[in-house]
């Protein structure tokens, strides 16, 4: 059975015709110059492509970057803001004995503590532990005994 033509790619050879010439290939040495020509084009294009991926990737190290004194003992690093969605990650370090007044969520929030443990009234987050609060939600004074690293997502303030 024929497969249906497609007008854009219709073969001007059939099948038959393709398999015979394609089984009478022999490879070819190419000349040294043609050679080293192909090969400076593969690279070029390989470095071009990694130029292109490497300009999407952000990389900040932990030495990296600046704190900024947000409460008495909170400090924030801002780590990327994506303003296409109006998103912005940031870590918070909480020193110990730190306390945040209670505020209402403008935009779903998420929230992974990555040392330590942070309160927020009967919320207690220990290491590890995931929280999310949804837009509109409110949390009450948020407080740290031990001091806590935490990694959050959320909107970017109006």
Known sequence: MKKPVDQTTAQLLDEETLEI????????????????????????????????????????????????????????????????????????????????????HLHDELCLVLEGEVCFEDVHLKTGDYHFAPKGSVHGVAHSKTGALLFLQSGLAA
């Open 21 to 104: 010439i394609g089984a009478n290939l022999r490879p070819t040495a190419l000349a040294p110059d043609r050679r080293t020509l192909l090969r400076s084009r593969i690279m070029d294009r390989i470095d071009e492509s990694h130029e292109q991926t490497a300009a999407t990737l952000v990389t900040i190290r932990s030495e990296q970057g600046d704190w900024q004194e947000i409460a008495p003992k909170i400090f924030k690093k801002l780590l990327h803001i994506d303003s296409n969605s109006g998103v912005e990650s940031y870590l918070l370090r909480v020193e110990a004995g730190a306390q945040a007044p209670a505020h209402e």
